[in-house]
T-cell receptor, first 112, second 116 residues
Framework: DSGVTQTPKHLITATGQRVTLRCSPR?????VYWYQQSLDQGLQFLIQ???????AKGNILERFSAQQFPDLHSELNLSSLELGDSALYFC???????????FGPGTRLTVL | DQQVKQNSPSLSVQEGRISILNCDYT??????FLWYKKYPAEGPTFLIS?????DKNEDGRFTVFLNKSAKHLSLHIVPSQPGDSAVYFC???????????????FGQGTILTVHP
């Protein structure tokens, strides 16, 4: 158990819909990272937050957005969903004073 | 442009022998490297890391070697156990200048199978 929690574990929805994925970092960690793992793309960095502020963006679509709340949990919002958005979405938190990231169990999103 | 490459999609090893997983990178700004182990439908589990100021780091059965001039790192698992069977990802990070804030760039993974 990495200490990073993600909910829900599975999500099945239809094209055009909007979903919210939730992540709670390890106790004491301020940084949250979101990654997407699709079958043909491997693990791709989406976005990073540090203590409530967006710090870095990767290959994140405009239909996707995220935020980090004062209690440090983060939410990834995916809208106007397409079939190609079906993937595993992972959240990670970075250990303070270190470059090591610890990953949550992931949310499997299936868009039908 | 894939900056981190794991050229072997799979590796099969006998229990008790050494497993060697390889990773190459192209971005000379990478200064921290990590190995993760992943089972299907689970999150990556951190195994071991190495800073670019070192050439070797050891933790139990796991040793990571870094060759900066060749832009190559490897993970050695000795002795290999059937429970080590999983997908192994190498990842690289750069904090040079603080602009990337620690985002990880992953290789495509190597499936390790350890046979009893």
């Amino acid at each position: 158990d990495s200490g990073v929690t993600q909910t829900p574990k599975h999500l099945i929805t239809a094209t055009g819909q909007r979903v919210t994925l939730r992540c709670s970092p390890r106790s004491g960690d301020l940084s949250v990272y979101w990654y997407q793992q699709s079958l043909d793309q491997g693990l791709q960095f989406l976005i990073q937050y540090y203590n409530g502020e967006e710090r870095a963006k990767g290959n994140i679509l405009e239909r996707f957005s995220a935020q980090q709340f004062p209690d440090l949990h983060s939410e990834l919002n995916l809208s106007s969903l397409e079939l190609g958005d079906s993937a595993l979405y992972f959240c990670a938190s970075r250990e303070r004073g270190s470059d090591t990231q610890y990953f949550g169990p992931g949310t499997r999103l299936t868009v039908l | 442009d894939q900056q981190v490459k794991q050229n072997s999609p799979s590796l099969s090893v006998q229990e008790g022998r050494i497993s060697i997983l390889n990773c190459d990178y192209t971005n000379s700004m990478f200064d921290y490297f990590l190995w993760y182990k992943k089972y299907p439908a689970e999150g990556p589990t951190f195994l071991i890391s190495i800073s670019s100021i070192k050439d070797k780091n050891e933790d139990g059965r796991f040793t990571v070697f870094l060759n900066k001039s060749a832009k190559h790192l490897s993970l050695h698992i000795v002795p290999s156990q059937p429970g080590d069977s999983a997908v192994y990802f190498c990842a690289a990070n750069t904090n040079a200048g603080g602009t990337s804030y620690g985002k990880l760039t992953f290789g495509q993974g190597t499936i390790l199978t350890v046979h009893p």
